[in-house]
């Protein structure tokens, strides 16, 4: 954030040489400054703003670093598994400049450069007999020719790019050019990288995201934006799918067609002698108005959140009705589970979620991420069903987001994945890890 203020409102004079002093007054500064939704202390809605745009600058940061690249290998990649694919790897190739694997490797590179070098490092230290090797079957050169075009900015064109969003504000509350491009490009050839975690969030499948909507915005890639994401939202729709299907004491059926083929059911079912789970995924991020919470009602979240309890809502009635289509009830509690492909992190707030719509059978919202972390602890659990129970919401007051009791542990399948990618690019994520 500082850095991302320093570059949009700094002055052209700037000190030959900055101190770590100089440094740690400005992050005084920035602790200490008043954020203007404070200025109206009687207002839920100021401070929703303020805790809005706070939890989105700093929540996606707590995250671990290598789950978010693995899924986007599986949304961004050719693996049959998951579907067919978001985005045409020829398409990609193009644009990019690199394989989606590679543009991964190029990313963790200069990820592993920023820790190992205090966030900055010149271009000539990437020395072409070493790192052509570990960059292979690319050479260095084209690797920071991608680096160069997705990841890294001139400290010019990052002002610019700050400038040209700013609003009436002082401009420390507006839009951040780093969380684009996270790496300046000094005119001496000099890569710095304030937050090497910012350099992992544009490898994510939301960084990717925007990548391709560029692309396709630009006319480099053909088709429309609403093309786009709708085929990401059916190969993360499916990506739900093969992770489900892991649980080795559950029946997981896909989406039900019924009336006559007209109307279709949730996502998935999860049918355990204890309890039935409606599943929906959800690929639709929350924009910018629900991150910076000017949304006073989160209009896009609760948008999005309506659309997957309508479903779950239809689903239960089905079943309730004794649909031959649907499993049957046989007396068994019904739970819903809304799995979104990026975090609301703004709805568990009070005044937040007691606006959201909620479903007719007890109703759960877990991002990919949580979603993730909680199933390896269902996966060979005789009792699964059971253990879904306790950890799904058992009431229809709100939408619940926890996942309590169940114990957090790394997904298998992103485990697997994170082995073959790092086993066939040996050097730099061992290096780093």
Same mark, same amino acid.
């Given at each position: 954030?500082?850095?991302?203020?320093?570059?949009?409102?700094?002055?052209?004079?700037?000190?030959?040489?900055?101190?770590?002093?100089?440094?740690?007054?400005?992050?005084?500064?920035?602790?200490?400054?008043?954020?203007?939704?404070?200025?109206?202390?009687?207002?839920?809605?100021?401070?929703?703003?303020?805790?809005?745009?706070?939890?989105?600058?700093?929540?996606?940061?707590?995250?671990?670093?290598?789950?978010?690249?693995?899924?986007?290998?599986?949304?961004?990649?050719?693996?049959?598994?998951?579907?067919?694919?978001?985005?045409?790897?020829?398409?990609?190739?193009?644009?990019?400049?690199?394989?989606?694997?590679?543009?991964?490797?190029?990313?963790?590179?200069?990820?592993?450069?920023?820790?190992?070098?205090?966030?900055?490092?010149?271009?000539?230290?990437?020395?072409?007999?070493?790192?052509?090797?570990?960059?292979?079957?690319?050479?260095?050169?084209?690797?920071?020719?991608?680096?160069?075009?997705?990841?890294?900015?001139?400290?010019?064109?990052?002002?610019?790019?700050?400038?040209?969003?700013?609003?009436?504000?002082?401009?420390?509350?507006?839009?951040?050019?780093?969380?684009?491009?996270?790496?300046?490009?000094?005119?001496?050839?000099?890569?710095?990288?304030?937050?090497?975690?910012?350099?992992?969030?544009?490898?994510?499948?939301?960084?990717?995201?925007?990548?391709?909507?560029?692309?396709?915005?630009?006319?480099?890639?053909?088709?429309?934006?609403?093309?786009?994401?709708?085929?990401?939202?059916?190969?993360?729709?499916?990506?739900?799918?093969?992770?489900?299907?892991?649980?080795? /004491? %559950?029946?997981?059926?896909?989406?039900?067609?019924? @009336?006559? #083929? *007209?109307? =279709?059911?949730?996502?998935?079912?999860?049918? &355990?002698?204890?309890?039935?789970?409606?599943?929906?995924?959800?690929?639709?991020?929350?924009?910018?108005?629900?991150?910076?919470?000017?949304?006073?009602?989160?209009?896009?979240?609760?948008?999005?959140?309506?659309?997957?309890?309508?479903?779950?809502?239809?689903?239960?009635?089905?079943?309730?009705?004794?649909?031959?289509?649907?499993?049957?009830?046989?007396?068994?509690?019904?739970?819903?589970?809304?799995?979104?492909?990026?975090?609301?992190?703004?709805?568990?707030?009070?005044?937040?979620?007691?606006?959201?719509?909620?479903?007719?059978?007890?109703?759960?919202?877990?991002?990919?991420?949580?979603?993730? /972390? %909680?199933?390896?602890?269902?996966?060979?659990?005789? @009792?699964? #069903? *059971?253990? =879904?129970?306790?950890?799904?919401?058992?009431? &229809?007051?709100?939408?619940?987001?926890?996942?309590?009791?169940?114990?957090?542990?790394?997904?298998?399948?992103?485990?697997?994945?994170?082995?073959?990618?790092?086993?066939?690019?040996?050097?730099?994520?061992?290096?780093?890890?």
């Amino acid at each position: 954030m500082l850095a991302g203020i320093c570059v949009t409102v700094g002055k052209s004079q700037r000190k030959a040489r900055v101190t770590d002093r100089i440094v740690e007054e400005l992050i005084n500064d920035l602790f200490n400054m008043r954020d203007p939704s404070l200025d109206e202390p009687d207002s839920d809605e100021a401070l929703q703003r303020m805790l809005s745009r706070m939890t989105y600058l700093q929540m996606p940061f707590q995250n671990e670093p290598w789950p978010p690249l693995m899924r986007t290998l599986c949304l961004y990649g050719d693996d049959p598994r998951f579907g067919p694919l978001a985005v045409d790897q020829a398409d990609w190739q193009k644009v990019v400049g690199a394989s989606v694997q590679q543009f991964l490797q190029v990313g963790f590179l200069m990820y592993a450069a920023a820790i190992f070098n205090d966030g900055a490092i010149h271009r000539d230290v990437f020395d072409p007999p070493r790192f052509d090797q570990i960059v292979h079957p690319m050479s260095i050169s084209q690797a920071l020719a991608v680096a160069d075009r997705w990841l890294a900015r001139s400290v010019n064109q990052l002002a610019a790019a700050g400038r040209a969003k700013a609003s009436e504000n002082d401009g420390h509350w507006d839009y951040n050019p780093f969380f684009e491009h996270p790496i300046a490009l000094l005119d001496d050839g000099t890569y710095v990288m304030p937050s090497p975690m910012g350099i992992l969030q544009r490898l994510s499948p939301q960084g990717v995201f925007f990548i391709i909507v560029e692309a396709i915005n630009s006319g480099l890639i053909s088709g429309t934006v609403r093309d786009f994401s709708d085929a990401l939202g059916k190969r993360f729709e499916r990506y739900i799918g093969v992770q489900l299907k892991q649980l080795n /004491h %559950a029946t997981v059926h896909d989406e039900i067609a019924y @009336d006559k #083929g *007209q109307k =279709l059911s949730v996502d998935y079912i999860i049918e &355990t002698p204890e309890a039935i789970v409606l599943v929906e995924a959800k690929s639709r991020p929350p924009d910018e108005k629900v991150r910076s919470g000017v949304d006073l009602d989160a209009g896009k979240m609760g948008e999005v959140l309506s659309k997957a309890c309508e479903q779950i809502d239809r689903s239960a009635q089905e079943i309730e009705q004794g649909n031959p289509k649907f499993p049957d009830q046989n007396g068994r509690p019904l739970r819903g589970l809304i799995i979104t492909r990026e975090q609301f992190y703004n709805l568990p707030m009070a005044f937040i979620g007691n606006t959201m719509p909620t479903a007719s059978i007890p109703t759960s919202v877990w991002s990919s991420q949580l979603f993730e /972390h %909680a199933i390896p602890a269902l996966i060979d659990d005789p @009792d699964c #069903g *059971q253990r =879904l129970l306790e950890a799904l919401a058992s009431d &229809t007051d709100r939408l619940y987001t926890t996942t309590d009791p169940l114990p957090l542990r790394h997904d298998p399948l992103l485990k697997d994945l994170w082995e073959q990618w790092r086993i066939g690019w040996p050097q730099a994520p061992r290096a780093a890890a």
